[in-house]
């Protein structure tokens, strides 16, 4: 315990050093899709990705009060760690996928207080599994806590979010901590301060009250300066932790056809967008999509994506 936070700091520093693509896997985007989930990620362990994040849903692991079932979770760690890949595992009530608030459906009725020491006691239970997992080697603590406009909230406690990330640093105090920020000028400015903050990147989604695809108006030049800023105001890194490369349309993906699908993200776009990423001189990028890949590749019986990706993580 005494030297932890010499190790974090060199966790840290090895995570911040790795020049590896990541990529995001989601049980919940699979079964939204219909795909198999098995299948999905293990065709995106033969894209060769070494880095991974994965979600630790409490609506799917205590779908009955008080019993966890970690099966598939465990699972897909095994497939990662089978294929030598390193994992950030997201943990929080709030993780990536629609609703974003991942509350177990007897659950949703309960009061503010009872509802945050039963997501307390199951915040336990995953870092107690898995907090001697060596192929995990971050935590994500919540997903964009304070993003207030996009999905179902349930409360955004700055007690319960200090709670959960102590509870985290005393359980694991050599693992690394990666907070998100919500938008593209969010600065942190509060507590809790983690080892390092990630930032999300979307280049052209659908604006659902304009009617109309719109573009970021933020240059790559943008997110130096932010880079910049929490280097000085916090002394932590940011990195990229979800770069855009699946569309974001009017309907959900697998509603709309391949010619909408593209107006937001088509090899081309999958290109420019990993080049921006570059630009903003953050080198640590996990990528966004691999379901939508897979599913493009078998239910679309469209490849392009995928041989796109091949030669994304040649370069």
Known sequence: MKNSGKVRKANTAAILASNDVGVSFSLIAC????????????ATTDLGFKRYRLMSYWSLIETQKGIYDFANLDEQIRMIASSHG??????????????ETHVPSWAKAMNTAELTQ?????????????KDEPAIESWQLENEFWLRSFGENVDFSRTRLIKEFELLRKLTPDRPIIMTLARIVSLPLRRPTPDIYGTSIYLTIYNQSKKKYTKTWAA????????????????????????????????ANWEMSIAEQNKSMSVKRMEYATEYAQSTGMSYIDVW????WYWRSVIGEDDTISGALVELLKD
């Open 289 to 292: 999509g691999a379901e939508w």
């Open 118 to 130: 039963r997501y307390i006691d199951f915040h336990r239970a995953v870092i107690e599994r898995y």
């Open 31 to 42: 079964k939204n899709y219909g795909i198999n989930w098995r299948h999905a990620l293990q």
């Open 220 to 251: 790559p030049w943008v997110y130096k300066i932010k880079k910049m800023l929490i280097k000085i105001v916090k002394r932590r890194d940011l990195i990229i932790h979800e770069l855009q490369l699946e569309p974001w349309g009017p309907q």
């Open 86 to 99: 390193r994992i950030s595992l997201s943990i929080g009530m709030r993780q990536p996928r629609w609703p």
